[in-house]
């Protein structure tokens, strides 16, 4: 299993070793599985993670077996640790870490729960790293780290908050001044921020929320603007909604060329100007089945 030779900590190693066979003679079992997890931190350390991760599996399944349930849980954080240096583990991780996370309580030498629930969200589907997020970031503010909180909740925006989500908008919001201060969100990020809240009040029917958040934040920022211009279109103010769109959608090559193009047309649609919905289109050699496709979120 291992091959001490040059190694550092070949005495300490060895010694350990020869340790849990004498405790697994005398039926000791509680003690050799300690034993050989105490081996497998040290393979961690001396850089040894093959030999680590099989000796650290197989302390697992004895703490397991002998009921040592916080030893156990510290060999299934360490295997998390090295599966991450290993291809072919990302099935095993999620599972430690959910059996990690169900516990009732950590034992106070691995990290705190909301660690390991932004690790876990890491390698989980979009939904599930989500909920893991908000109470990640939950549990910060409870310890009065709101820092950490509005990073969490921030990660959380990224991967796409649920409609709805009006309490974590308002504390966002809270939050805002504290990570541009803090460094963890740049002020040039935040028209970025404010365009992802302004999308989750209009789809959660709030379109004068949303058009009046896109408005306290002025500029050339084109998700921004475009988000404006959404709310002005759910909220009837059609001709704005072309005026703010247009020069993006004067842009074929352009970013937001398709999303500003559809509300151009829908804006014109609106006002029962179907031909001038065509001839704009027919300027770029489109035509309105081309827009289907295009969605505007």
Do not use: K
Request: aromatic share 4%.
């Amino acid at each position: 299993m291992y091959e001490s030779a040059g190694d550092p900590n070949r005495a300490a190693v060895d010694a350990l070793i020869r340790a849990i066979a004498e405790r697994t003679a005398a039926r000791d079992a509680a003690g050799a599985a300690r034993l050989r997890l105490e081996v497998a931190l040290r393979l961690r350390d001396d850089g040894r993670r093959g030999d680590a991760i099989e000796s650290a599996e197989q302390a697992r399944r004895d703490l397991t077996r002998a009921g040592l349930t916080g030893d156990a849980m510290i060999a299934r954080h360490l295997l998390t640790e090295l599966y991450a240096h290993v291809a072919g583990h990302l099935p095993e991780t999620r599972d430690l870490l959910d059996e990690l996370l169900a516990a009732p309580s950590l034992p106070p030498v691995l990290p705190s729960r909301a660690a390991l629930l932004e690790r876990a969200a890491g390698i989980n589907d979009q939904q599930r790293a989500v909920t893991m997020l908000l109470e990640a970031a939950g549990l910060h503010r409870d310890a009065g780290d709101t820092g950490a909180e509005a990073r969490v909740l921030l990660d959380a925006l990224s991967r796409g908050l649920p409609t709805g989500s009006w309490v974590l908008i308002s504390r966002l919001d809270e939050l805002m001044d504290e990570p541009i201060a803090a460094g963890l969100l740049p002020e040039r990020s935040l028209p970025s921020v404010q365009a992802e809240l302004c999308r989750l009040e209009a789809e959660g029917g709030r379109p004068r929320a949303a058009l009046d958040r896109a408005r306290r934040h002025p500029g050339d920022h084109a998700v921004l603007r475009l988000r404006e211009a959404w709310a002005l279109l759910m909220l009837g103010g059609n001709a704005e909604a072309e005026d703010l769109a247009r020069p993006w959608a004067a842009d074929a090559d352009g970013l937001y060329f398709w999303e500003a193009c559809l509300i151009v047309v829908r804006s014109l649609q609106a006002r029962d100007r179907q031909a001038d919905a065509e001839a704009f289109l027919a300027g770029y050699d489109l035509e309105l089945h081309d827009m289907d496709d295009v969605y505007f979120d």
